[in-house]
């Protein structure tokens, strides 16, 4: 069954520095989302990305976050400099069909340690 | 309480017995979505039920939907100790695209 691949599966990195999450959403999806989990909390989302372009975003998605389609392949989350409250898993999802709310297919996700 | 409250938030219940969690939202929704996650790992859909149904079933999975009371049930039957995981409901409110997760039942199935 074709799946969302994330890399890394872990991630650790300074205070202050850049880190670039990396997925391969499935190949004929067309909508993709980042979401992350602080240890212990919900599930929560951040952004949606359609036609190469966000289509919604939360309120933590601030401006040190930042997606990115670079080739027809991968969807990127880039976190600019680094807050110790960014530590989290940090799940990529995607959608093939075009009604919005339903079913996703998530990574296995990233946890990210911002020491 | 905030959109998307399960109860209980942890189960613990011998193999062969039923379980049931419930979740609760305050929002209008076009559909709710119940999610498992195995330890660490990432969300696997199990079952979507839109607004306009009141049950639906796949193999051991029976979900329930009472949009006036704003609330939906997972029951699952027959438990195996391979059901150990979290649970999370997940609504799609209107005009977004986004989904609403819940904060999760714990279910510890014991062989």
């Known amino acids: 069954e074709p799946e969302v691949t994330q890399t890394p599966s872990h991630q650790v990195t300074q205070m202050g520095q850049e880190v670039i999450l990396r997925c391969v959403p499935i190949?004929?999806?067309?909508?993709f989302y980042w979401y992350r989990q602080i240890l212990g909390q919900k599930v929560e989302f951040l952004v949606s990305f359609y036609n190469n372009e966000i289509s919604e975003k939360s309120e933590i998605f601030d401006d040190q976050f930042s997606v990115e389609r670079p080739d027809g392949s991968n969807f990127t989350l880039k976190i600019r400099s680094t807050k110790l409250e960014d530590s989290a898993m940090y799940f990529c999802?995607?959608?093939?069909?075009?009604?919005?709310?339903?079913?996703?297919?998530f990574g296995s996700g990233t946890q990210l340690s911002v020491l | 309480s905030q959109q998307g409250e399960e109860d209980p938030q942890a189960l613990s219940i011998q193999e062969g017995e039923n379980a049931t969690m419930n979740c609760s939202y305050k929002?209008?929704?076009?559909?709710l979505q119940w999610y498992r996650q195995n330890s660490g790992r990432g969300l696997v859909h199990l079952i979507l039920?839109?607004?306009?149904?009141r049950e639906k079933h796949s193999g051991r999975l029976r979900v329930t939907l009472d949009t006036s009371k704003k609330s939906s049930s997972l029951l699952i039957t027959a438990s195996r100790a391979a059901d150990t995981a979290s649970y999370f409901c997940a609504t799609g409110p209107y005009n977004t695209d986004k989904l609403i997760f819940g904060t999760g039942t714990r279910l510890q199935v014991f062989p």
């Open positions: 190949s004929n999806h067309l909508y």
């Open positions: 039920i839109r607004s306009n149904e």
């Open positions: 999802a995607s959608r093939g069909t075009g009604t919005v709310n339903e079913k996703l297919f």
């Open positions: 929002t209008s929704i076009n559909n």
